[in-house]
């Protein structure tokens, strides 16, 4: 077994994280009126969504990009849109207000999922070349439930998804990323509204950027929607755990961005739950690790929450701990038989059961 102390390589370097691998080859910016309707994305002229909008006027604006060989999105967003001509005016930016549904029947429309996002905000959804009401909606996207502090999001296609200002906030703002649905063609970007959109006001300017891998990958799904790589790594579409006080994703994510670049979402109460592959004579390197995790299922408090340096001053956590030598909360790594492993640095077993939050990271192995 080889220990790796994973936090001495960041401590005082928290920052966004750094896509190892890959170019943006892919750069558009596109004004998005407040009427831009998602649940007509992809549908024919004289397509009609509820309570009078149709298409083209009230169509979602398509990116002029391609989505040939691209691994996620990230976006910028500013500007001001209203979902309803109020006076006095009440306008909001790109993340919305208040929480709301699509309210029409199940929620669901055109064969486009419902979602639970704030009102006004920027929204997308991903669509394949097939005219999207030719197949059943997806479920439903709720962000009440995933919270708006996630850095990363992996919609499935025709699934309606919140993108809001395309960051989030902290001491520098951290851009989320949007893993691409295998068989995307189309990325469309909207506003959220209960319903009518031909009376929206307002626009977003959005900078959107295309990741791309330079090498191709033999990812396939399988019916429970976990996609395989090989034996050894796999990723899935995670959703935040339901009874904790901020997001903890239910599961680890290792997912390969290209040769020997590695993509880590390690949740908190996984004790040694993600993994990559190191083989001897390798050498791993940490990129842009950032996220916050609490040792317990409640708090937000100072004391109980850390990012990847750990607790306090960095102090000696002490015996006991899978990582005497490193602080406790910090994040850590193992290696074994070929392999290394990411914890979160507490005492092992029952511990892990009341953690909450997550660490997010590059790996790169050469």
Known sequence: MRWIWVAALWWGNVAAPVLCGQTPRGVATVRIPGTSNPYLAGMPRGSISAFGDISPRESPVLVDLSLA????????????????????????????????RHLVGSGAENGISDVNAPIDSLVGVFLDDDRPDTSPAPPALDFHRIGLGFLSLSPQLKQVFFIGAGTVRGKKPVARRFLVPKGATRL????????????????????????????????????????????????????????????????????????????????????????????AGTTMTIHGATG????????????????PA???????????????????????????????????????GAAFRNHQGYFEFDVTVK
Do not use: K
């Open 310 to 348: 750990g607790l306090g001053n960095g102090a000696r956590a002490g015996a006991g701990y899978l990582a005497p030598d490193v602080a406790v909360g910090a994040l850590i790594g193992a290696t074994v038989n070929g392999q290394t492993y990411f914890s979160v640095n507490d005492r092992s």
């Open 188 to 279: 469309f970007l909207g506003t959220m509204d209960g319903f009518q959109w031909n009376n929206n006001q307002g626009s977003f300017t959005v900078t959107v950027t295309i990741e791309r891998s330079d090498v191709s990958s033999s990812l396939y799904s399988t019916d429970s929607g976990v996609f395989s790589v090989d034996s050894q790594i796999s990723f899935a579409r995670w959703v935040c755990l339901p009874d904790r006080s901020q997001c903890t994703p239910d599961r680890p994510v290792a997912q390969i961005m290209g040769p020997g670049q590695y993509h880590v979402v390690l949740p908190a109460q996984s004790e040694w739950g993600a993994r990559i592959p190191t083989p």
């Open 69 to 100: 060989g691209a691994a996620a999105v990230t976006c910028t967003a500013s500007g001001l849109v209203q979902h309803s001509p109020y006076v006095p005016p009440r306008f909001d930016p790109p993340n919305g207000s208040d929480l709301t």
């Open 292 to 307: 916050t995790v609490c040792l317990d299922s409640e708090s937000r408090s100072t004391s109980s929450c850390n990012g």
